[in-house]
Protein backbone atom coordinates (compact mmCIF):
# COMPACT_ATOMS: atom_id res chain seq x y z
CA UNK A 1 0.00 0.00 0.00
CA UNK A 2 1.34 3.42 -0.57
CA UNK A 3 -0.08 6.79 0.18
CA UNK A 4 0.00 9.29 -2.89
CA UNK A 5 -0.74 13.57 -2.23
CA UNK A 6 -1.36 14.94 -5.29
CA UNK A 7 -0.79 18.62 -5.28
CA UNK A 8 1.93 18.97 -2.81
CA UNK A 9 3.72 21.90 -5.32
CA UNK A 10 1.02 24.49 -3.88
CA UNK A 11 2.32 23.87 -0.35
CA UNK A 12 4.92 24.87 2.10
CA UNK A 13 7.39 22.11 3.29
CA UNK A 14 6.12 22.90 6.78
CA UNK A 15 2.62 21.91 5.11
CA UNK A 16 3.93 18.97 3.57
CA UNK A 17 5.10 17.52 6.86
CA UNK A 18 2.00 18.18 8.37
CA UNK A 19 -0.41 16.85 5.73
CA UNK A 20 1.97 13.70 5.27
CA UNK A 21 1.92 12.63 8.94
CA UNK A 22 -1.49 13.96 9.26
CA UNK A 23 -2.78 11.79 6.26
CA UNK A 24 -1.46 8.57 7.74
CA UNK A 25 -3.42 9.33 11.10
CA UNK A 26 -0.91 10.60 13.64
CA UNK A 27 -2.59 13.59 16.31
CA UNK A 28 -1.58 16.37 16.55
CA UNK A 29 -0.21 15.84 19.87
CA UNK A 30 2.24 13.25 18.08
CA UNK A 31 2.70 15.75 14.66
CA UNK A 32 3.67 18.64 17.31
CA UNK A 33 6.07 16.58 19.18
CA UNK A 34 7.95 14.67 16.04
CA UNK A 35 8.13 18.18 14.41
CA UNK A 36 8.79 20.60 17.29
CA UNK A 37 5.71 22.95 16.85
CA UNK A 38 2.87 23.80 19.10
CA UNK A 39 -0.55 21.50 18.72
CA UNK A 40 -2.28 24.99 17.42
CA UNK A 41 0.59 25.47 15.16
CA UNK A 42 -0.36 21.98 13.79
CA UNK A 43 -3.52 22.59 13.28
CA UNK A 44 -2.89 26.03 11.85
CA UNK A 45 -0.58 24.54 9.09
CA UNK A 46 -3.23 21.14 8.50
CA UNK A 47 -5.87 24.13 8.03
CA UNK A 48 -3.72 26.35 5.95
CA UNK A 49 -2.65 23.33 3.75
CA UNK A 50 -6.46 22.41 2.92
CA UNK A 51 -7.57 25.21 2.29
CA UNK A 52 -4.88 25.03 -0.94
CA UNK A 53 -6.16 22.18 -2.08
CA UNK A 54 -4.32 18.85 -2.29
CA UNK A 55 -5.60 15.37 -2.61
CA UNK A 56 -4.99 12.03 -1.00
CA UNK A 57 -4.99 8.71 -3.31
CA UNK A 58 -4.00 5.26 -2.21
CA UNK A 59 -2.69 2.83 -4.21
CA UNK A 60 -3.09 -0.21 -3.23
CA UNK A 61 -0.90 -3.29 -5.71
CA UNK A 62 -3.17 -6.63 -6.36
CA UNK A 63 -6.18 -6.84 -4.59
CA UNK A 64 -5.57 -7.25 -0.51
CA UNK A 65 -9.15 -6.35 -0.37
CA UNK A 66 -10.73 -9.79 -2.20
CA UNK A 67 -12.87 -7.39 -4.36
CA UNK A 68 -11.88 -8.26 -7.89
CA UNK A 69 -11.31 -11.59 -9.19
CA UNK A 70 -9.32 -10.23 -11.96
CA UNK A 71 -12.37 -10.86 -15.36
CA UNK A 72 -12.21 -7.57 -16.58
CA UNK A 73 -15.00 -8.04 -18.50
CA UNK A 74 -17.35 -8.95 -15.06
CA UNK A 75 -16.06 -5.01 -14.22
CA UNK A 76 -17.30 -3.83 -18.06
CA UNK A 77 -20.62 -5.67 -17.02
CA UNK A 78 -21.26 -4.18 -13.98
CA UNK A 79 -20.63 -0.68 -15.58
CA UNK A 80 -22.77 -1.19 -18.05
CA UNK A 81 -25.95 -2.22 -15.54
Do not use: W
Not at 6 to 21: D, H, M, N, T, Y
Not at 51 to 71: A, F, S
Amino acid sequence: MQLEIRGLEKLSFRERQVVALKETGVKNDAVAKRLGLSPATVATLYNRAKTKGYQVVLVIEGDPLGVYDGDAEDAEEEEDE
